[in-house]
Protein backbone atom coordinates (compact mmCIF):
# COMPACT_ATOMS: atom_id res chain seq x y z
CA UNK A 1 0.00 0.00 0.00
CA UNK A 2 1.42 3.20 -1.09
CA UNK A 3 0.97 7.20 0.82
CA UNK A 4 0.68 10.36 -1.30
CA UNK A 5 0.95 13.45 0.85
CA UNK A 6 0.54 16.96 0.04
CA UNK A 7 -0.86 19.95 1.34
CA UNK A 8 2.17 21.13 3.07
CA UNK A 9 3.21 24.69 1.89
CA UNK A 10 4.24 28.16 4.36
CA UNK A 11 1.75 30.24 6.14
CA UNK A 12 1.66 32.63 8.73
CA UNK A 13 1.18 31.84 12.36
CA UNK A 14 -2.52 32.18 12.66
CA UNK A 15 -3.27 30.68 8.98
CA UNK A 16 -4.73 27.23 8.20
CA UNK A 17 -3.27 24.47 6.08
CA UNK A 18 -4.88 21.08 4.95
CA UNK A 19 -2.92 17.87 4.34
CA UNK A 20 -4.09 15.28 1.97
CA UNK A 21 -2.94 11.62 2.20
CA UNK A 22 -4.01 9.04 -0.64
CA UNK A 23 -3.44 5.40 -0.12
CA UNK A 24 -3.46 3.51 -3.46
CA UNK A 25 -2.74 -0.28 -4.07
CA UNK A 26 -4.90 -3.48 -4.55
CA UNK A 27 -7.04 -5.45 -2.09
CA UNK A 28 -6.38 -4.06 1.05
CA UNK A 29 -8.55 -2.53 4.18
CA UNK A 30 -7.08 0.34 6.31
CA UNK A 31 -8.30 0.14 10.15
CA UNK A 32 -6.33 3.38 11.46
CA UNK A 33 -4.80 6.49 9.98
CA UNK A 34 -2.61 9.14 11.69
CA UNK A 35 -0.36 12.17 11.34
CA UNK A 36 2.61 12.43 12.87
CA UNK A 37 5.47 15.49 12.61
CA UNK A 38 9.50 15.62 12.59
CA UNK A 39 10.70 19.15 13.50
CA UNK A 40 14.56 20.04 12.88
CA UNK A 41 16.54 18.34 15.78
CA UNK A 42 13.61 16.42 17.08
CA UNK A 43 12.17 13.23 17.12
CA UNK A 44 9.43 11.73 15.05
CA UNK A 45 6.24 12.61 17.53
CA UNK A 46 2.49 12.00 16.54
CA UNK A 47 0.25 14.60 15.82
CA UNK A 48 -3.56 12.68 15.82
CA UNK A 49 -4.67 9.49 14.85
CA UNK A 50 -8.29 8.51 13.36
CA UNK A 51 -9.57 4.70 14.30
CA UNK A 52 -13.17 6.02 13.75
CA UNK A 53 -14.75 9.18 13.82
CA UNK A 54 -15.55 8.00 17.25
CA UNK A 55 -12.29 7.53 18.50
CA UNK A 56 -9.72 10.22 17.42
CA UNK A 57 -6.45 10.84 19.51
CA UNK A 58 -4.48 14.03 19.41
CA UNK A 59 -1.37 15.45 20.54
CA UNK A 60 -2.00 17.87 23.86
CA UNK A 61 -0.11 20.56 21.57
CA UNK A 62 -2.34 20.16 19.11
CA UNK A 63 -5.82 19.75 20.75
CA UNK A 64 -8.49 22.14 19.62
CA UNK A 65 -6.48 23.18 16.77
CA UNK A 66 -5.76 20.52 14.78
CA UNK A 67 -8.69 17.75 13.08
CA UNK A 68 -8.45 14.68 11.58
CA UNK A 69 -10.57 13.04 9.45
CA UNK A 70 -11.06 10.31 6.80
CA UNK A 71 -12.67 9.67 3.55
CA UNK A 72 -13.12 5.64 3.23
CA UNK A 73 -14.69 5.79 -0.23
CA UNK A 74 -11.99 7.21 -1.52
CA UNK A 75 -9.28 5.69 0.87
CA UNK A 76 -7.86 9.28 1.76
CA UNK A 77 -7.75 11.34 5.19
CA UNK A 78 -6.44 14.55 6.00
CA UNK A 79 -5.59 16.59 8.73
CA UNK A 80 -7.09 20.41 9.03
CA UNK A 81 -4.59 22.56 10.92
CA UNK A 82 -6.00 25.65 12.43
CA UNK A 83 -4.47 28.35 14.00
CA UNK A 84 -1.22 27.53 13.16
CA UNK A 85 1.91 27.98 15.67
CA UNK A 86 5.87 28.67 14.58
CA UNK A 87 6.00 25.53 17.16
CA UNK A 88 4.26 23.97 14.06
CA UNK A 89 6.94 23.95 11.84
CA UNK A 90 7.67 20.52 10.83
CA UNK A 91 7.75 17.83 8.09
CA UNK A 92 4.66 15.84 8.42
CA UNK A 93 4.10 12.31 7.61
CA UNK A 94 0.62 10.63 7.43
CA UNK A 95 0.83 6.62 8.14
CA UNK A 96 -1.83 3.99 7.95
CA UNK A 97 -2.05 0.57 9.27
CA UNK A 98 -4.59 -2.42 8.49
CA UNK A 99 -4.80 -5.29 6.21
CA UNK A 100 -4.20 -7.18 3.19
CA UNK A 101 -8.00 -8.52 2.06
CA UNK A 102 -7.88 -12.49 1.60
CA UNK A 103 -4.09 -13.04 2.93
CA UNK A 104 -5.04 -10.88 6.28
CA UNK A 105 -1.63 -9.45 6.28
CA UNK A 106 -0.46 -6.64 8.48
CA UNK A 107 0.64 -3.45 6.60
CA UNK A 108 1.90 -0.31 7.92
CA UNK A 109 2.86 2.19 5.49
CA UNK A 110 4.17 5.96 5.46
CA UNK A 111 3.97 8.69 3.23
CA UNK A 112 6.84 10.93 2.24
CA UNK A 113 6.71 13.63 4.24
CA UNK A 114 5.27 16.88 3.44
CA UNK A 115 7.28 20.15 5.05
CA UNK A 116 4.86 23.03 6.92
CA UNK A 117 6.59 26.09 7.72
CA UNK A 118 4.55 28.61 9.87
CA UNK A 119 6.03 32.04 10.22
CA UNK A 120 5.78 34.03 13.52
Known amino acids: VQLQASGGGLVQAGGSLRLSCAASGSDFSIKAVGWYRQAPGKGRELVAL???????QYADSVKGRFIIDRDGAENAFYLQMNNLKPEDTAVYYC???????????????WGQGTQVTVSS
Open 95 to 109: NADGYHSGTYTYFSS
Open 50 to 56: FMSRHNT
